[in-house]
């Protein structure tokens, strides 16, 4: 089976504070991969999409390393609406459905 | 635009009896997804769709059936629920499978349980 694994946490940090998520994947021909977030009892939302290059969104940066097929995503500067799971999410080419990992779960505390 | 939605958002079922899940979207997207999530097991696939008319099965497709009669609606059938079937269900949609264009848009959710 093909597997994406994180680490499930949780990861309790100040307000203010940077954390960074790993995602590793076992399927070395995988194509996308995406950051996905949860909230509690919410269905999961796309946060942001991975590229080869890396990329940045506001106070978020995901980085691609497919030689070790790792993915990492930093928060910088937490905010308590910033507490959710977080999904690692992976595609292989072709016609094939997203694989997703279980998540990891970030609490930001005043 | 509502995106993708569910039908119903809560249900309560007795063992052996049978509902069906409902799943729409107007974002005219070709592919749909079922998946259920129970604490610790993540998201898991039970069947999709690439299109009109089409079904494939995902990971956990055993006990349940699905229907694509129309491209915005997915239909997943339990037709004998048993108590391992309590869970949240999520339907969801892209445009595409590959690469470009396989982001996927989650409908709120159904939970089930089944007693």
């Known amino acids: 089976r093909k597997e994406v694994e994180q680490d499930p946490g949780p990861f309790n940090v100040p307000e203010g504070a940077t954390v960074a998520f790993n995602c590793t994947y076992s399927n070395s021909a ?13 269905e999961p939302k796309l946060l942001m999409s991975v590229y080869s ?42 016609n094939t459905p997203l694989v997703f990992g279980k998540g990891t779960r970030l609490s930001v505390i005043a | 635009n509502a995106g993708v939605t569910q039908t119903p958002k809560f249900r309560v079922l007795k063992t052996g009896q049978s509902m069906t899940l409902l799943c729409a979207q107007d974002m005219n997207h070709e592919y749909m997804y079922w998946y259920r999530q129970d604490p610790g097991m993540g998201l898991r696939l039970i069947h999709y769709s690439v299109g009109e008319g089409t079904t494939a099965k995902g990971e956990v497709p055993d006990g349940y059936n699905v229907s694509r009669l129309k491209k915005q609606n997915f239909l997943l059938g339990l037709e004998s629920a048993a108590p391992s079937q309590t869970s949240v269900y999520f339907c969801a949609s ?13 409908g709120p959710g159904t939970r089930l349980t089944v007693l």
């Open chain 1, 30 to 42: 995988s194509q996308s991969f995406f950051w996905y977030r949860q909230d509690c009892r919410k």
């Open chain 2, 94 to 106: 892209s445009y595409s499978a590959f690469p470009i264009g396989s982001e996927q848009f989650f």
């Open chain 1, 53 to 94: 290059s890396g990329n940045e969104d506001g106070r978020f940066t995901a980085q691609l390393n497919r030689a070790s097929q790792y993915i990492s995503l930093l928060i910088r500067d937490s905010k308590l609406s910033d507490s959710a799971t977080y999904l690692c999410v992976v595609k292989e080419g072709g």
